[in-house]
């Protein structure tokens, strides 16, 4: 009898895995970085030693992992999906970088930006608009926001870069807090 109470629960969990699944693909599918886009999205954030970069939607970590190995800052991704989140985690192990790069599984969404002196996105345009409050509202002056591909509305950035890969080219957006409204 008393496992009774526990159909709903099960039924609920059951119905919450696939919405958080099709959460995280409205915001952006795994798309994975190339490498050279990954390190010039950091060469254009200006990452110094030290400073903690953030990834939002962090997939398998590796701007992280160039953010610790390259650029000596400290690294931590937000990342919705397991598997992901388990595969970046062994990488970082695997490096020895467990003293600088943390991967959280959980909601982007609910991320505490305040410790963050650079925020990296992939995600879809309207994935940032979502995420936009959470910057002004979270981010301190200087902080700098960049995203792969997608704009910020309502933003203007404070520089625009390229990068040709296998014959795509890649924008780079960058975002100084607090933003410039235009």
Known sequence: MRN???????????FLVPALAQQAERLAPFVPSPQMVVERML???DVKPGETVYDLGCGDGRILIAAAREFR???????????LVKQGREQVRRLGLENRVTI???DLMQADLRPADVVTVYLLTE???????????????GARV?????RIR????ERVDEVVVSGRAHKIYVYLMPPHKG
Not at 129 to 140: A, G, I, K, T, W
Not at 146 to 150: A, I, K
Not at 154 to 157: A, E, I, L, T
């Open 104 to 106: 959280v599984q959980g």
């Open 154 to 157: 309502g933003w203007k950035p």
């Open 146 to 150: 960049v995203s792969h591909d997608f």
């Open 127 to 141: 994935a940032n608009d979502q995420l936009r409050p959470l910057f002004e509202r979270s981010l301190h002056r």
């Open 4 to 14: 009774r109470r526990w159909i709903p629960i099960a039924a609920a969990l059951a």
């Open 43 to 45: 060469e254009v954030a």
């Open 73 to 83: 800052a400290k690294a931590v991704g937000v990342e919705l999906s397991e598997p």
